[in-house]
């Protein structure tokens, strides 16, 4: 995907709240009636709050790490890290879980970065498939760990409250890079911690 449009080149926050008056009206409905008042300026705010992603490089996120870690050489498993995104074809909104796993090769990274990493990419305009790929890749360039994998679970809601109208769908994707690709018996291992009870549960 193209690096995010500067900002000098995006429209102002006048134009972006004339063309949500736009749809307003384009929908039927009257935008200087009271209750819609504000409604453009609201959409745009939440708008920079769906969208923050592009104003982070994720890069930047990985970029402490922690070698003190007396040889620890396993898998490192970030599990049901909860995400809001949105579908790039109907800006409808993507809700889900992330898992997050790598093998570290001397350097580890703190955890809640792998969150951020996946907020970053996460609050832009997606395609689950690319979201995926592109939290794996990130990992895997910034740590150059033995693997990464990334797998994600979500609804989206351009299927639930249109189109085919299927509530209750979910949309499983994971991307395998280095040993969780090479290495079956490590793609078990990692599978068999996702599969065990949530810290919540215990
Ligand atoms: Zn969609």
Redesign the pocket.
């Known amino acids: 995907m193209s690096d995010p449009l500067p900002k000098t080149d995006r429209p102002t926050r006048e134009e972006a709240e004339a063309a949500v008056r736009t749809m307003l009206r384009w929908a039927g409905e009257d935008p200087d009636r009271e209750g819609l008042h504000d409604t453009p300026a609201r959409v745009t705010r939440a708008y920079e709050e769906f969208f923050q992603g592009y104003e982070i490089d994720p890069k930047t996120l990985l970029e402490r790490t922690f070698s003190e870690v007396e040889g620890y050489d396993e898998i490192v498993l970030l599990r049901d890290i909860r995400f809001e995104s949105h579908?790039?074809?109907?800006l409808?909104p993507i809700i889900g879980r992330a898992h997050v796993a790598y093998l570290p090769r001397q350097r580890v990274v703190g955890i809640s970065k792998l969150a951020r990493v996946v907020d970053a990419y996460a609050r832009r305009m997606q395609i689950q498939e690319r979201l995926t790929a592109q939290i794996a890749n990130t990992i895997n360039d910034v740590l150059q760990p033995h693997g990464t994998a990334v797998i994600i679970e979500s609804s989206?809601e351009?299927?639930t409250t249109r189109g085919v109208h299927r509530p209750g769908v979910s949309m499983v994707t994971s991307q395998m890079l280095g040993t969780f690709r090479t290495n079956s018996d490590t793609r078990r291992e990692l599978m068999a911690m996702l599969n065990r009870p949530a810290a919540s549960e215990y």
């Open positions: 579908c790039e074809h109907h409808a989206h351009c299927m």
